[in-house]
């Protein structure tokens, strides 16, 4: 038997337009509280120490399902979408997934740049 969701966490980068809009615009889309968290906060990794090392370093967006056990499951990028499946209000499959897709994709290009290389500072000489 599965275990029952309690509560969705969304660890974003206020940094990110992108992931800021998961965060406000998700909670509609599912059955449960969406509570909500920056990856830029001091305690995050004492709070959810199983928290992904690439969400606490604000690399990644990440949704934690967190189970009424108190279990935190979590799910980073395009892969939130299979973590919010259980909890998903009917017919918000395309929004949710459209969110993640634009955050995942918008954290790509500000990681890589238009260089393609992994610094935002430009070429270096």
């Not at 206020?14 to 998961?22: E, T």
């Not at 449960?32 to 690399?59: D, H, K, M, Q």
């Amino acid at each position: 038997m599965g275990r029952a969701v309690r509560e969705l966490v969304v660890v974003y980068d206020v940094a990110c337009p992108h992931c800021s809009r998961i965060a406000r615009e998700l909670p509609e889309c599912v059955t449960v509280r969406v509570r909500v968290r920056r990856c830029t906060e001091p305690r995050l990794a004492e709070i959810y120490p199983n928290l992904p090392a690439g969400v606490a370093g604000c690399r990644t967006p990440a949704v934690g399902v967190l189970r009424t056990d108190g279990q935190v499951r979590w799910w980073t990028g395009l892969s939130g979408a299979v973590g919010i499946l259980p909890v998903l209000r009917p017919g918000e499959l395309g929004r949710a997934v459209r969110l993640l897709r634009t955050a995942a994709g918008s954290r790509r290009t500000r990681r890589r740049g238009p260089e393609g290389r992994d610094s935002p500072a430009g070429p270096r000489g």
